[in-house]
């Protein structure tokens, strides 16, 4: 079993649908949950960044983490051509622990 | 564009060559991490940095494969020998001491082995 699982899609969605894109993970120890967007030939973006359980939103972007169940989310509103991507979910123990494990990412197409 | 620059963006070299990339973190950061991505993959850690001193290595960086960062700000990685399962993105990101659930990445060398 792989340390953070994701469906790698693709993912189809229409303009303005709301998009849920999930990981599941196997290491209790980790505190710090980080969602990245990849566009095709580029590096990864940070979008946000979560520690421990609980809800964080930023604009149209909504992350949420449910330690007991080693699950975290990631929800996008109205969603755009734009957001079109791959979504990597990320985790860490620590700060100062840096050893980031990052999942497979999934694949994400917005039709207009 | 992160402020973090890596050169070549692109590199096709032949099964046996060695080749270089470097990689130019964003100023104030002091942590420097390299990862390797291949396709359908997220980035899988090789590295990282803290100043010029190399904190941790991957068991993915086998003997064939080095990173320096001689002064603390710019790093390279080299991989000799090289072979076709070498052929990847390799990604560099930098961060703050202590905020390493906030890297930036820079856009990657891609790597071709023929």
């Known amino acids: 079993q792989k340390e953070v699982e994701q469906d790698p899609g693709p993912l189809s969605v229409p303009e303005g649908a709301i998009v849920s894109l999930n990981c599941t993970y196997s290491n209790s120890a980790f505190q710090y949950f980080m969602w990245y967007r990849q566009y095709s030939r580029k590096g990864p973006e940070l979008l946000m960044y979560t520690y421990s359980s609980g809800n964080k939103e930023d604009g149209r972007f909504t992350a949420q983490v449910d330690k007991s169940s080693k699950y975290i989310s990631l929800f996008i509103r109205d969603s755009q051509p734009s957001d079109s991507a791959t979504y990597l979910c990320?985790?860490?123990?620590?700060?100062?622990?840096?050893?980031?494990?990052f999942g497979p990412g999934t694949s994400l197409s917005v039709i207009p | 564009d992160t402020g973090v620059s890596q050169d070549p963006r692109h590199k096709i070299t032949k099964r046996g060559q060695n080749v270089t990339f470097r990689c130019d973190p964003i100023s104030e950061h002091n942590r420097l991490y390299w990862y390797r991505q291949t396709l359908g993959q997220g980035p899988e850690f090789l590295t990282y940095?803290?100043?010029?001193?190399?904190?941790?290595k991957s068991r993915l960086l086998s003997d064939r494969f080095s990173a320096e960062r001689p002064k603390g700000s710019f790093s390279t990685l080299e991989i000799q020998r090289t072979e076709q399962g070498d052929s990847a993105m390799y990604l560099c990101?930098?961060?703050?001491?202590?905020?390493?659930?906030?890297?930036?990445f820079g856009p990657g060398t891609r790597l071709t082995v023929t």
């Open positions: 990101a930098s961060s703050l001491r202590d905020r390493g659930d906030e890297q930036y």
């Open positions: 990320a985790m860490s123990e620590g700060t100062s622990y840096d050893k980031v494990i």
């Open positions: 940095f803290q100043n010029e001193a190399q904190l941790e």
